[in-house]
């Protein structure tokens, strides 16, 4: 995966209902740790990462890039929202298209955050990168993961065995600036 390209960054802090889309700071890289290394996060998504490489290996700040966005509830993370250029794919009906992901911590599972602040990224998206579509993949046993796809307008392209596990490729189409 890289980068989306030249869009200007970083943007104001988007802010909906309830949260705050905006940049990592130091602040947020003790919730950077528990996220990665979260077995219960990592489900669907290949296991998590040892916690001590994590303290190891991760910067003071960190990393700031063009579409990594820290989903804030009340000034502290919950999350992170991720749109990247989906170069390295294997699947062609992804390759080059931004790819959308979202963590979020399990204590804040259940609330509709993921939703609210995976839809604010992609309105972000959409004003930055119009015409532009957006692929999501997810395991089709994550049942949360696949609800949200079709709430957030994706609709699926194929499936496929990755993982030891099926995958599900959503397609959200580009919209279309109207005037």
């Given at each position: 995966?890289?980068?989306?390209?030249?869009?200007?960054?970083?943007?104001?802090?988007?802010?909906t209902?309830?949260?705050?889309?905006?940049?990592?700071?130091?602040?947020?890289?003790?919730?950077?740790?528990e996220?990665?290394?979260?077995?219960?996060?990592?489900?669907?998504?290949?296991?998590p990462?040892?916690?001590?490489?994590?303290?190891?290996?991760?910067?003071?700040?960190?990393?700031?890039?063009?579409?990594?966005?820290?989903?804030?509830?009340?000034g502290?993370?919950?999350?992170?929202?991720?749109?990247?250029?989906?170069?390295?794919?294997?699947?062609p009906?992804?390759?080059?298209?931004?790819?959308?992901?979202?963590?979020?911590?399990?204590?804040?599972?259940?609330?509709?955050?993921?939703?609210?602040?995976?839809?604010?990224a992609?309105?972000?998206?959409?004003?930055?990168?119009?015409?532009?579509?957006?692929?999501?993949?997810?395991?089709?046993?994550?049942?949360?993961?696949?609800?949200?796809?079709?709430?957030?307008?994706?609709?699926?392209?194929?499936?496929?065995?990755?993982?030891?596990?099926?995958?599900?490729?959503?397609?959200?189409?580009?919209?279309?600036?109207?005037?």
């Amino acid at each position: 995966m890289i980068q989306l390209g030249s869009v200007a960054w970083p943007p104001v802090p988007i802010r909906t209902e309830r949260l705050t889309l905006r940049e990592p700071e130091a602040r947020d890289r003790a919730t950077f740790v528990e996220l990665l290394a979260s077995p219960a996060v990592h489900t669907y998504l290949g296991g998590p990462r040892p916690r001590d490489e994590l303290e190891r290996e991760l910067p003071g700040v960190p990393e700031r890039w063009p579409g990594s966005f820290v989903v804030d509830l009340d000034g502290a993370m919950i999350g992170q929202i991720l749109l990247r250029r989906a170069t390295g794919s294997h699947r062609p009906a992804a390759a080059g298209k931004a790819d959308l992901g979202y963590l979020v911590l399990p204590r804040a599972w259940g609330s509709g955050y993921a939703a609210e602040a995976c839809a604010a990224a992609l309105d972000w998206f959409d004003g930055v990168l119009p015409e532009e579509p957006v692929v999501l993949t997810t395991q089709t046993a994550n049942v949360g993961s696949m609800r949200l796809a079709a709430k957030l307008g994706f609709t699926e392209v194929e499936r496929f065995e990755a993982w030891d596990a099926e995958q599900w490729l959503g397609l959200r189409s580009p919209v279309t600036p109207t005037g």
